[in-house]
């Protein structure tokens, strides 16, 4: 695809449950960052990827919060025992090298309400 | 945790008008960058600065950078409705990852 893409746009999941949400990068870049962002905040840092690695999960929340890059490309958040406070809109971005100066391209985001 | 404050958090002018919006940050960077987000979805890439760069234009957009104050400005001239958005100013710290650090953001609203 033209962009990066992530699925789904809108996930209204009960208190406790499990939830993934999927995010899809420009084709042939190897960087892959996750930010989660709040009502009225910017953008907070998670957690991002060099390759297949978590080269820095530092913004991770607490341990309910996992990451998944497999292959090298398509990237999963994986959320247990979700949280009200967890609502927020979840935004995936990818850039051809995790190096300064380098811009980044983001998703849409998907936006997790919590209920 | 957030690193910038952005200075106003909204900002309402007419259209022809120009917008200024302001960022100040904590720490050492590698370069700053500025991204516009409509209806609190994605976000698009404006204008990178780098930190060893004073000012950089883009078509109406103009980016200022003082890194003895930490601060950047951004400049919109000659407003149109279509930029009416949330404009966001973000750090790339010496840890040379590309992670960014984001500040609040500026509501800025064009009327016709």
């Known amino acids: 695809g033209a962009g990066v893409s992530q699925t789904p746009s809108n996930k209204v999941t009960e208190k406790g449950k499990y939830v993934e949400l999927r995010c899809d990068p420009i084709?042939?870049?190897?960087?892959l960052y996750w930010y989660r962002q709040s009502l009225g905040q910017g953008p907070e840092f998670l957690i991002y990827?060099?390759?297949?690695?978590?080269?820095?999960d530092s913004g991770l929340p607490n341990d309910r919060f996992f990451a998944v890059r497999p292959e090298g490309s398509v990237s999963t958040l994986k959320i247990q025992r979700t949280e009200r406070g967890d609502s927020a809109v979840y935004l995936c971005?990818?850039?051809?090298?995790?190096?300064?100066?380098?811009?980044?391209?983001f998703g849409q985001g998907t936006r997790l309400t919590v209920v | 945790s957030q690193q910038g404050e952005e200075d106003p958090q909204a900002l309402s002018i007419q259209e022809g008008e120009n917008a200024t919006m302001n960022c100040s940050y904590k720490?050492?960077?590698?370069?700053l960058q500025w991204y516009r987000q409509n209806s609190g979805r994605g976000l698009v890439h404006l204008i990178l600065?780098?930190?060893?760069?004073r000012e950089k234009h883009s078509g109406r957009l103009r980016v200022t950078l003082d890194t003895s104050k930490k601060s950047s400005s951004l400049l919109i001239t000659a407003s149109r409705a279509a930029d009416t958005a949330s404009y966001f100013c973000?750090?790339?710290?010496?840890?040379?990852?590309?992670?960014?650090?984001f500040g609040q953001g500026t509501t800025l609203q064009v009327k016709p």
């Open positions: 720490t050492s960077i590698n370069n």
């Open positions: 971005a990818s850039s051809l090298t995790a190096r300064a100066n380098t811009e980044a391209f």
């Open positions: 600065i780098r930190s060893n760069e």
């Open positions: 990827f060099q390759g297949t690695g978590a080269a820095d």
């Open positions: 084709s042939g870049h190897t960087a």
């Open positions: 973000a750090t790339d710290p010496p840890s040379n990852t590309g992670k960014l650090i």
